[in-house]
């Protein structure tokens, strides 16, 4: 991980993401779940994207990538690398600089063994030597390649989505919520496989709610509420009662953790959101 001097690769500004949709007939609606949003990450660089589910987080991660609905409206600006990232850019980038790896491993056919699914998009003569050095790279086997997803682990599929996601080349990782509901060493596997990317010079934005996790490898962590960035702090701010932290949202949501205070008052606000 690198300090935050290091240079820009990724910075969105001022973004805001509405939904045009039609009631009763013809009478058309927007709706706005992103407004000011804004985030800033450097080359080597892990920032984490905390908030609670339909926070906006995703959404976040779909207007970088370019991967938003028809009916989206979305305004503000993006760049990267010091240049504007347009819907043009998003596209010829996507994969080969810019990787996505998904929230859900329901993103893999189930019909298909998943070393074929790692050979997608490369040539027919370096596919099978690649998805090799993947799964090398991973912590899978070989013979793991001929067995279909359902016949993995949670956190063997993880590690597949990673071999389907991130390829050489890539700079920016965007990894949306990587680590729910899985055992202690697979999530220590797939945090240190996101620290590899950053040390290796790439960017790594992380769209979590688990905030423990994300403050043991970010650099920075910016707090998303409601579809607009709250605070951005340095993940050493995140300690003994938050005094580090700007804004009484940032503290009431670490002080709500188990491991410190447990802010009832807090959680109660967010009932419903999905924190954990």
């Not at 010091?82 to 596209?91: D, P």
């Not at 220590?188 to 043991?216: N, Y």
């Not at 700007?246 to 419903?272: H, I, M």
Request: charged share 25%.
């Amino acid at each position: 991980m690198s300090d935050t001097t290091s240079r820009a690769l990724l910075e969105v500004e001022n973004l805001s993401i509405g939904f045009s949709q039609y009631v009763r007939g013809t009478h058309k609606r927007l709706v706005q779940p992103i407004s000011n949003l804004h985030i800033k990450i450097g080359e080597g660089e892990i920032v984490a994207v905390v908030g609670a589910s339909g926070s906006g987080k995703s959404l976040l991660a779909h207007a970088v990538l370019g991967i938003l609905p028809g009916n989206a409206i979305c305004e503000g600006h993006i760049s990267y690398r010091g240049e504007s990232l347009t819907e043009e850019r998003k596209a010829k980038l996507r994969v080969r600089e810019i990787s996505f790896i998904p929230q859900s491993v329901n993103y893999l056919d189930p019909l298909m063994r998943v070393g074929k699914q790692v050979q997608i998009g490369l040539g027919k003569s370096e596919a099978l030597r690649v998805q090799q050095t993947l799964f090398q790279r991973y912590g899978l086997k070989s013979s793991d390649g001929k067995l279909l997803p359902h016949e993995l682990s949670g956190g063997m599929l993880r590690r597949v989505l990673f071999a389907t996601s991130v390829r050489e080349g890539v700079r920016l990782v965007i990894a949306d919520e990587p680590t729910p509901g899985i055992h202690p060493e697979a999530l220590a596997e797939i945090l240190k496989q996101l620290v590899q990317f950053a040390e290796e010079g790439a960017g790594v934005m992380l769209i979590t709610h688990d905030l423990m996790s994300a403050i043991q490898i970010a650099d920075r962590v910016a707090i998303i509420k409601d579809g607009a960035t709250v605070e951005i702090s340095e993940s050493a701010a995140f300690e003994s009662k938050g005094e580090g932290l700007k804004t009484e949202y940032a503290k009431s949501l670490w002080r709500a953790l188990p491991q410190n205070d447990f802010d009832l008052e807090f959680l109660g606000k967010v009932v419903g959101t999905q924190w954990l």
